[in-house]
């Protein structure tokens, strides 16, 4: 692995818009204080930070190259494609949403029905995938005591197209923002059965829109 020595080669001014990640690395080491850490981040301050208490930064890890394969990274052995109709709350012929286990808030993932990562979608699944976003948004914000929807597309962690919706229950303004999804890791999960009837009502409100064409399709 590459290392650059720590000192004023750290600072040259680069025109190349390309990252190094032992440069990132070395230079956010050398700006480790006294405890061998970075500081905190102004994060923990928030209102809607999850955590208290005594908390220091991890030491960063050396990056790790080549990357290590994401679950299904070639298409094989990819739980999303394996998946049959019956366990969506929707699909056609192109998408299919989800739910996951239950969570501490209602969450459903969106996926393309093909094995495609965001980057593979051409011009057509680019154009569903957004008049699909704002229409789960309305479903799921529809179920009573949802304040606010929001997603999110990670893909660190599986290959397959899995695009994130939670349901921030209304009122409890602690769960706002980018902290939701540690929130839905440390509540309770919902009990089952209204896990599965959140799921149906989605499934319904999303089956109203059925045959009705987004702009792609003509
Ligand atoms: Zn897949």
Same mark, same amino acid.
């Given at each position: ?107 459903? +993932?969106? =996926? !393309? ?12 699944? %680019? @154009?569903?995938? *957004? /008049? ?57 999960? +919902?009990? =089952? !059965? ?12 999303? %089956? @109203?829109?059925? *045959? /009705? ?6």
């Amino acid at each position: 692995m590459r290392r650059l020595p720590l000192g004023p080669t750290l600072r040259a001014v680069t025109s190349s818009p390309a990252l190094d990640p032992a440069e990132l690395t070395a230079r956010a080491r050398a700006a480790y204080g006294a405890d061998g850490r970075l500081p905190l981040p102004d994060t923990v301050t928030w209102d809607i930070f999850p955590f208290e208490g005594a908390l220091q930064v991890k030491r960063l890890d050396d990056p790790v190259l080549p990357e290590p394969p994401r679950h299904g990274e070639d298409g094989t052995d990819c739980s999303a494609c394996q998946r049959t109709d019956d366990a969506y709350l929707w699909t056609d012929h192109r998408w299919r949403v989800y739910a996951p286990e239950s969570a501490g808030v209602p969450a459903l +993932l969106l =996926e !393309p029905r093909a094995h495609l990562d965001l980057g593979d979608l051409d011009e057509t699944y %680019a @154009a569903e995938l *957004g /008049v699909l976003t704002v229409r789960i948004e309305r479903a799921l914000a529809s179920v009573p005591g949802i304040g606010r929807v929001h997603f999110n597309r990670w893909g660190d962690g599986g290959a397959h197209l899995h695009v994130w919706f939670l349901g921030r229950p209304e009122g409890m303004v602690q769960l706002r923002g980018s902290c939701l999804p540690d929130w839905m890791d440390i509540l309770p999960p +919902l009990p =089952e !059965p209204q896990w599965t009837a959140i799921g149906r009502h989605v499934g319904t409100a999303l %089956a @109203a829109y059925d *045959g /009705v064409a987004a702009p792609s399709q003509g």
